[in-house]
T-cell receptor
Framework: KQEVTQIPAALSVPEGENLVLNCSFTDSAIYNLQWFRQDPGKGLTSLLLIQSSQREQTSGRLNASLDKSSGRSTLYIAASQPGDSATYLCAVSPPNTDKLIFGTGTRLQVFP | EPEVTQTPSHQVTQMGQEVILRCVPISNHLYFYWYRQILGQKVEFLVSFYNNEISEKSEIFDDQFSVERPDGSNFTLKIRSTKLEDSAMYFC?????????????FGPGTRLTVL
């Protein structure tokens, strides 16, 4: 059974720092991995989608990498800003299924 | 930019009542989903829907739940005889395709509170 874990559970950093959020999954057989942002009490905003054949994806200050064989993905946020404060979720798409399996998230706070 | 919309944003109901949560997926998307997130827990898959029928459902999605696409734009989740443990945030999502790794886009959610 696929399990998705995110470390750390919470992170508090000063503005301007580069930071790395980690996601690990137990079964390397996935179609893709998606990173989301969730603001308190709000919906999920898709940040990046990495297909299983890809190693990384970039969008602005965000870079996500995928190492399928080791069951890991990292989300790198460059030059963090207070507006980046949110919970970041990763989710994997197993083969032969429609669903996404989510991790528990990393709650990020960036202070001025 | 196209987005998934959901109504209402917050629904309060009494235990045993029926509720209908509504969603308007992105217009050219073919696959629709419902997920839920109990406070402090992971987002969990409930059901997927394609071509006017359920494509896949989780063990959570029992006879208490049903989904429907009543017209060309709306997608609904009905919960019959609500229970206290149904209190959660319910998210609708849509994608162009599925089972090939297409990106799922989520709505803002409906917070359901069962009293």
């Amino acid at each position: 059974k696929q399990e998705v874990t995110q470390i750390p559970a919470a992170l508090s950093v000063p503005e301007g720092e580069n930071l790395v959020l980690n996601c690990s999954f137990t079964d390397s057989a996935i179609y893709n991995l998606q990173w989301f942002r969730q603001d308190p009490g709000k919906g999920l905003t898709s940040l990046l989608l990495i297909q299983s054949s890809q190693r990384e994806q970039t969008s602005g200050r965000l870079n996500a990498s995928l190492d399928k064989s080791s069951g890991r993905s990292t989300l790198y946020i460059a030059a963090s800003q207070p507006g980046d404060s949110a919970t970041y979720l990763c989710a994997v798409s197993p083969p032969n299924t429609d669903k996404l399996i989510f991790g528990t998230g990393t709650r990020l706070q960036v202070f001025p | 930019e196209p987005e998934v919309t959901q109504t209402p944003s917050h629904q309060v109901t009494q235990m045993g009542q029926e509720v209908i949560l509504r969603c308007v997926p992105i217009s050219n998307h073919l696959y629709f989903y419902w997920y839920r997130q109990i406070l402090g827990q992971k987002v969990e898959f409930l059901v997927s829907f394609y071509n006017n029928e359920i494509s896949e459902k989780s063990e959570i999605f029992d006879d208490q739940f049903s989904v429907e696409r009543p017209d060309g734009s709306n997608f609904t989740l009905k919960i019959r005889s609500t229970k206290l443990e149904d209190s959660a945030m319910y998210f609708c999502a849509s994608s162009e395709e599925s089972r090939g790794g297409n990106e799922q886009f989520f709505g803002p959610g409906t917070r359901l509170t069962v009293l």
